[in-house]
C-alpha cells in the first residue's frame, strides 16, 4: 500500500517543495513513542516515518509513514549487503523527499528503530545535497528509570536482538551512551506516563525515577535542554533547528565539551587533568578497574610509547573503547594548523601548556556512588614518574607497547 499522507487543516502551512524534518532517537521504545507521538498531535501537518529493522531477518526492512491519526502508508526496503542499517540509509532520504514533494507535510518526524544512532541519519538528511528537506531537530528520547540500567547494560545488540547488521558489535551501554550524548534536546518520560515496566536485562531496576535517576541524567548530558513529554514545548525543540557540524565537534574526542565536576543526589561526575604522559604498561594493567569504576567515562588522554597521539577513551556498561583520534595539535606543522578546524583550534588553546602544547589526560567519570579518591590515585600511580618523565620523548618512545592490540595496530 502506498499513499501520500495529508497534514492537519490548522496551523501554519509547509512552504510548497520544502519540508522539516526531525529525529527521534533512543533505546527506550516507551518514551520514542510517547515523544513522537506528542510531536504528531502538537504539530499540524506532521508525519512518522519509521523503518523497523527488525523485519531484516527477511530480507527487507518495513516502512511505514503515519499521522496522528493512524497509518498512511506501508512500503518495503530490501537490505544493502545483508545489513538493514544501510537498507534504511537508502531508503531514507527518497522518502523524505517524497512526502517533501507532495507539499502537504510541514513536518516530518522520523523516529529511528531501537539501535540506530542519531548522529548516523541525522548526518545523511542534512548531507543529501536536495533543497527540499531542512534537519530543524535531533530529540533522543529518555526514561529516567531506566537510564543506569541500559548504561550498565554490557550485552552485545546481536545477543539482545538489537544489531542493526550482523558484523554490528556495538553493546547496549555504548550506543545508548553516543544516543543519549549527541542530541541537544532530550525528551524526559515524566512520572505520570511512566508504568511498572522495567528493563529486561534488569527486572529489579525500579519503574519510576528517583532524585538520583535524574541527577545522573543531568550530569551525563549537562547541556541538553529536557522537555518533559507530556507538556513541555517538544514542537519548539523539533523546529528550533540543528547544526551537524557543531553536534559532531561536540562529540569528537579532540574537542568535546566534557562535562564538568558535579556531586548531587549520590551521582558525581569527576574530572581528572593532568599534563604527564602515562606509562602504557601500567594505565594497561589498571584498565579493567578503572573501565569498572564508573557507570559512564569518557575523555581524551595521552600515552609516553605514542606522544604525538591523541586517544580517546569512551567507557560503558564495564566496556572500554580506546581509539586513535589523530594527532595532538603541538605535534603538527604550522602550515597544517589552518586545516584544522577553528573548533579544535579553540579547545587546544584552553589546555596548551608552554612545553608540549595539547598533549593532555582529560578524563571524565560520572556514577552513583563514585570513589573519586580511589580513582585519582590509580589513575595518578599510571603517569609517568619523575625520572622518567625527565628521560624525555626519545626514551618514551622506548617504553614496551601495551595498546597495540586494542588499537588494531
Not at 512552504?15 to 526531525?22: E, F, L, T
Not at 547488521?165 to 534536546?185: G, N
Not at 524526559?188 to 531496576?205: K, M, Y
Amino acid at each position: 500500500m502506498e499513499a501520500h499522507p495529508t497534514g492537519g487543516a490548522a496551523g501554519p502551512q509547509p512552504s510548497a517543495g520544502r519540508m522539516d524534518v526531525a529525529v527521534v532517537a533512543g533505546l527506550h521504545a516507551e518514551a520514542r513513542s510517547a515523544a513522537v507521538a506528542r510531536l504528531l498531535a502538537t504539530v499540524p501537518g506532521s508525519v512518522a516515518l519509521h523503518h523497523d529493522l527488525s523485519s531484516a531477518a527477511h530480507g527487507t526492512v518495513a516502512r511505514t509513514v503515519r499521522d496522528a491519526g493512524g497509518l498512511l502508508s506501508t512500503g518495503e526496503a530490501p537490505l544493502v549487503n545483508d545489513c538493514a542499517c544501510c537498507a534504511l540509509r537508502e531508503d531514507l532520504v527518497p522518502e523524505l523527499e517524497r512526502l517533501a514533494a507532495g507539499g502537504l507535510t510541514r513536518l516530518a518526524v522520523v523516529e529511528l528503530w531501537d539501535s540506530v544512532e542519531p548522529k548516523a541519519m541525522a548526518e545523511v538528511i542534512a548531507g543529501h545535497g536536495s533543497q527540499a528537506l531542512r534537519l530543524t531537530g535531533v530529540i533522543t528520547a529518555v526514561d529516567p528509570a531506566l537510564l543506569l540500567p541500559y548504561l550498565a547494560n554490557g550485552d552485545d545488540l546481536v545477543d539482545a536482538g538489537l544489531a542493526a547488521a550482523a558484523t554490528d558489535q556495538r553493546t547496549v551501554a555504548d550506543t545508548w551512551a553516543r544516543q543519549l550524548e549527541y542530541p541537544p534536546v532530550l525528551a524526559v518520560l515524566e512520572p505520570d506516563g511512566q508504568t511498572d515496566q522495567t528493563d529486561p536485562a534488569d527486572p529489579a531496576a525500579p519503574g519510576e525515577a528517583d532524585a538520583e535517576d535524574r541527577a545522573l541524567l543531568a550530569q551525563l548530558h549537562p547541556t541538553a535542554r529536557q522537555v518533559p513529554i507530556g507538556h513541555g514545548d517538544l514542537a519548539g525543540a523539533a523546529l528550533a533547528g540543528f547544526d551537524v557540524e557543531a553536534a559532531a565537534a561536540a562529540q569528537h574526542p579532540a574537542c568535546a565539551l566534557l562535562p564538568a565536576e558535579a556531586d548531587d543526589s549520590g551521582v558525581s561526575t569527576f574530572v581528572w587533568h593532568r599534563e604527564r604522559p602515562f606509562h602504557p604498561e601500567r594505565l594497561y594493567a589498571a584498565l579493567e578497574d578503572l573501565t569498572c569504576a564508573a557507570a559512564r567515562s569518557r575523555g581524551r588522554f595521552w600515552l609516553a610509547d605514542r606522544p604525538d597521539t591523541l586517544l580517546a577513551w569512551d567507557a560503558a556498561g564495564g566496556a572500554l573503547c580506546v581509539e586513535n583520534a589523530g594527532p595532538w595539535l603541538a605535534s603538527l606543522p604550522d602550515a597544517a594548523w589552518e586545516m584544522v578546524p577553528p573548533v579544535r583550534r579553540a579547545a587546544a588553546a584552553l589546555d596548551w601548556h608552554p612545553e608540549h602544547g595539547d598533549c593532555c589526560q582529560h578524563l571524565v567519570f560520572t556514577s552513583p556512588g563514585l570513589d573519586r579518591d580511589g580513582i585519582a590515585e590509580v589513575l595518578e600511580s599510571c603517569l609517568l614518574t619523575d625520572e622518567e618523565y625527565a628521560a624525555g620523548r626519545a626514551a618514551w618512545k622506548t617504553l614496551t607497547p601495551a595498546f597495540d592490540a586494542l588499537l588494531e595496530v
